[in-house]
T-cell receptor
Framework: GIQVEQSPPDLILQEGANSTLRCNFS?????LQWFHQNPWGQLINLFY???GTKQNGRLSATTVATERYSLLYISSSQTTDSGVYFC?????????????FGRGTQLTVWP | KAGVTQTPRYLIKTRGQQVTLSCSPI?????VSWYQQTPGQGLQFLFE???????NKGNFPGRFSGRQFSNSRSEMNVSTLELGDSALYLC???????????FGPGTRLTVT
């Protein structure tokens, strides 16, 4: 299967700081999604971004498919940004529809 | 439009019992996938159903099974529960063969 690696595994910031989360993947993909897992366990969709750049408020993401990585930027962090951020990719061919997840980045934002 | 719903949200079972979890996808979505999340293994794919047919299956033992109904609602069943089956079970739906998946709130299963 596709290998997905996220870094850093843990990130501690003070409110107002900026951060960059990275996702590397081992093969060509059709889909790349970033999720934020809330304290109750639900995965909240942040971006569907198989290539290119998108922005949504303080969050933005860039995927360079040819180099097999994606970056999630969080600017002016708030305490509500705390939680685990996951990157997931969808394999091509027979594994279409199956998401492969990284181990996540645990973000803690202090007031 | 309502999101993906899962029932029950929490469940406690005893080793050896069986359990059935339910997932209702977003209206109009015909694909439902199931994932297991544990601290040790992370998020792992169980299976995917589309139009009542299992299209894809992960590396889980036969004790894990699922089905999908004509209204796209899906159930997964785990028989002969083991302590290691304690996990958060998440389901996701997507529209047709589009790639973006949307997740439900999950069912937290504890096996004692």
């Amino acid at each position: 299967g596709i290998q997905v690696e996220q870094s850093p595994p843990d990130l501690i910031l003070q409110e107002g700081a900026n951060s960059t989360l990275r996702c590397n993947f081992s093969d060509s993909v059709n889909n790349l999604q970033w999720f934020h897992q809330n304290p109750w366990g639900q995965l909240i969709n942040l971006f569907y971004i198989p290539s290119g750049t998108k922005q949504n408020g303080r969050l933005s993401a860039t995927t360079v498919a040819t180099e097999r990585y994606s970056l999630l930027y969080i600017s002016s962090s708030q305490t509500t940004d705390s939680g685990v951020y996951f990157c997931a990719v969808d394999g091509r061919g027979s594994t279409l529809g199956r998401l492969y997840f990284g181990r996540g980045t645990q973000l803690t934002v202090w007031p | 439009k309502a999101g993906v719903t899962q029932t029950p949200r929490y469940l406690i079972k005893t080793r050896g019992q069986q359990v059935t979890l339910s997932c209702s996808p977003i209206s109009g979505h015909r694909s439902v996938s199931w994932y297991q999340q544990t601290p040790g293994q992370g998020l792992q794919f169980l299976f995917e159903y589309f139009s009542e047919t299992q299209r894809n299956k992960g590396n889980f033992p036969g004790r894990f099974s699922g089905r999908q109904f004509s209204n796209s609602r899906s159930e997964m069943n785990v028989s002969t529960l083991e302590l290691g089956d304690s996990a958060l079970y998440l389901c996701a739906s997507r529209y047709g063969d589009s790639y973006e998946q949307y997740f439900g709130p999950g069912t937290r299963l504890t096996v004692t």
